[in-house]
């Protein structure tokens, strides 16, 4: 795209700016507005949020409602990350207009129900079951680690359907209504004190049979397009200037967009965050550095190059695969995953070497008023959600380097004469 095309989608966007950003108007109706106009995710089809614009128009509408001020397009947590690609590439028509136009609308926010206590790394060995009833599917099993699914309106669920083949190929991929007597989502408490994530029990669930995504088997073809999204996921973040609020049933919509944008000025007044994805920027490092009376200590020195000379690196990186649409290295979000998770992991050690003792404490007068032990206490996480460290180094092996795949032994038997994961009497 041009630079004159780029500039007439901006003319075009601010001028719908100023005919529809109304600051007495509710969230909901600021977001069905941004939808139905093609602004929400200008990348995704015409019709459910977007006008299937290439990557630059997007930046270009992105960069016109962030300099305006406005509040930007739902997320809903993992709705637009990884339940809306997943369904735009292998959902039916049906289900792309049921599902992917409340997403972009704001209207429902999502989960993933993945892992499970036994099937982590090991995904394909899930043993939650689904059994067909006339025109439903009934769901029995245990989630666990489950990203605010105590908040999400829908989950992206895989369940086995069929336990006589082997175990990548009798998985089946549904969109569950996560409101439903059979479903219920119990917070866990993480070492930093917040809740983030849930086990999730299904208790003969429901599912309309019209809400299996993808071919009935065919579920881990369909997954590796979520796990993708994931990989790629890493990279994102906040556009600065656009304000955010929750999307769902739990989140904000009915408060006015005048209410959202106040409320947001208000808390970057009384807590504006310097740590980006639990990692401590360069610069705040060497701050840091000094007012610890580090920065003339050899060891110091080096080691904050090394983390300075990391995370420039990382940032042209990330650029790189952004400017390549994804299709650097074939393993794109896997490396973005590693390279983001080694440079918290450092940032941990490194920040800790410097402030001592002193990360012990909590509270105004302690290290980034509290934020830097939150940070490293967070940071573990990093390493292992949406695929750890080692399985991203395999994916990475196998896609970009071309080497042999990892062995396994089990890839033809039945999953019913396996004796792994959470496999229990089916
Ligand atoms: C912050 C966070 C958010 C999460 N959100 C979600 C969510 O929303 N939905 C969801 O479904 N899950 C979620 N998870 C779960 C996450 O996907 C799993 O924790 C992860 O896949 C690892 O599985 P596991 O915990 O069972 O560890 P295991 O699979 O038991 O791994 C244990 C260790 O063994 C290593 N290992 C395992 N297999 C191999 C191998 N083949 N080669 C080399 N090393 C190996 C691992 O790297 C790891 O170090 C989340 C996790 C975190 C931390």
């Not at 207009?97 to 206590?117: D, H, K, M, N, T």
Request: charged share 20%; net charge neutral.
């Amino acid at each position: 795209m041009d630079a004159r095309q780029v500039g007439d989608i901006e003319d075009e966007v601010q001028a719908w700016v100023d005919t529809n950003w109304d600051e007495s108007i509710t969230l909901r109706e600021w977001w069905r507005r941004l939808a139905a106009a093609g602004y929400a995710y200008p990348r995704w089809p015409a019709g459910v949020g977007g006008i299937s614009g290439s990557g630059a128009t997007a930046r270009a509408v992105t960069a016109v409602l962030a300099r305006n001020g406005v509040i930007g397009p739902p997320v809903g947590y993992v709705a637009a990350t990884l339940a809306a690609p997943t369904i735009l590439e292998h959902g039916t028509d049906h289900q792309i207009r049921e599902l992917v136009w409340p997403i972009a609308s704001g209207q429902a926010s999502w989960c993933q129900l993945f892992s499970e206590p036994g099937s982590g790394s090991d995904l394909a060995s899930v043993g939650t079951r689904a059994v067909r009833d006339r025109d439903e599917w009934v769901v029995t099993g245990q989630k666990v680690w489950n990203s605010a699914a105590d908040r999400a309106d829908f989950g992206m669920l895989l369940a086995r359907t069929d336990p006589d083949q082997p175990k990548h190929l009798g998985i089946t991929y549904f969109a569950i209504d996560m409101h439903q007597p059979g479903v219920e989502a119990r917070p866990l408490r993480q070492m930093n004190g917040t809740s983030s994530f849930c086990e999730v029990f299904l208790s003969e669930a429901r599912v309309p049979a019209e809400m299996v995504v993808g071919e009935l088997n065919g579920g881990w073809k369909v997954a590796q397009t979520t796990l993708a999204a994931e990989r790629s996921s890493v990279a994102g973040g906040a556009t600065p200037g656009l304000h955010q609020a929750q999307s769902g049933s739990t989140g904000d919509l009915d408060l006015t967009v005048g209410d959202i944008v106040e409320r947001s000025r208000q808390a970057a007044k009384v807590r504006r965050s310097v740590i980006r994805s639990n990692a401590v920027p360069a610069k705040v490092m060497l701050d840091m550095a000094r007012r610890y009376g580090k920065s003339t200590d050899p060891v110091a020195r080096q080691d904050l190059a090394r983390y300075i000379t990391h995370v420039r690196v990382n940032g042209w990186t990330m650029r790189r695969i952004a400017a390549a649409g994804g299709c650097l290295t074939g393993a794109d979000g896997s490396v973005a995953k590693i390279t983001t998770s080694r440079i918290c992991q450092e940032s941990r050690d490194l920040s800790y070497r410097i402030v001592g003792a002193a990360g012990m404490l909590m509270g105004p007068e302690s290290p980034l008023a509290g934020e830097l032990q939150l940070a490293c206490l967070g940071s573990p996480g990093t390493r292992i959600g949406g695929g750890t460290d080692e399985i991203q180094m395999n994916v990475l092996a196998e896609r970009a380097l071309g080497l042999p795949r990892e062995p396994s032994s089990d890839k033809d038997v039945p999953y019913r004469d396996l004796k792994v994961g959470t496999q229990r009497s089916l």
